[in-house]
């Protein structure tokens, strides 16, 4: 099982992406999924998780007020809705689930997840 995250580009500060997670074959709806991001030369750091059931969800300081984590459970998708875009933003952002029907808080360590997607590349830049 494979997670697939998209929606990755090339963006200007202070605008918007929504990124996608999805899992062709695999339902999603009975699982918190968390995003996590890994800047260059940085150690992986956790985003936004959000419930199974979208009940609950937490998002990192860096990102309050400016990322909404949402899920679609009818299209098998979560998204991650990025507003105000920064540089530092920039990273490769994966999606992941530790298969726990509630997340740990925000993200932490990338052990406690056994199932990641692929990345997809977020460059923030003028």
């Known amino acids: 099982v494979q997670l697939q995250a998209s929606g990755g580009g090339l963006v200007q500060p202070g605008r918007s992406l929504e990124l996608s997670c999805t899992a062709p074959?695999?339902?999603?709806?009975?699982?918190?999924i968390a995003w996590f991001r890994q800047a260059p030369g940085k150690e992986r750091e956790g985003v936004s998780c959000i419930s199974s059931s979208g009940g609950s969800s937490y998002l990192a300081d860096s990102v309050k007020g400016r990322f909404t984590i949402s899920r679609d459970d009818a299209k098998n998708t979560i998204f991650l809705q990025m507003n105000n875009l920064d540089p530092e933003d920039t990273a490769v952002y994966y999606c992941?689930?530790?298969?726990?029907?509630?997340?740990?808080?925000?993200?932490?360590?990338?052990?406690?997840?056994?199932?990641w997607g692929q990345g997809t590349l977020v460059t923030v830049s003028s």
């Open positions: 992941a689930t530790d298969t726990l029907s509630n997340c740990r808080g925000v993200p932490g360590h990338t052990a406690m997840y056994d199932i």
């Open positions: 074959g695999f339902t999603l709806k009975h699982y918190a």
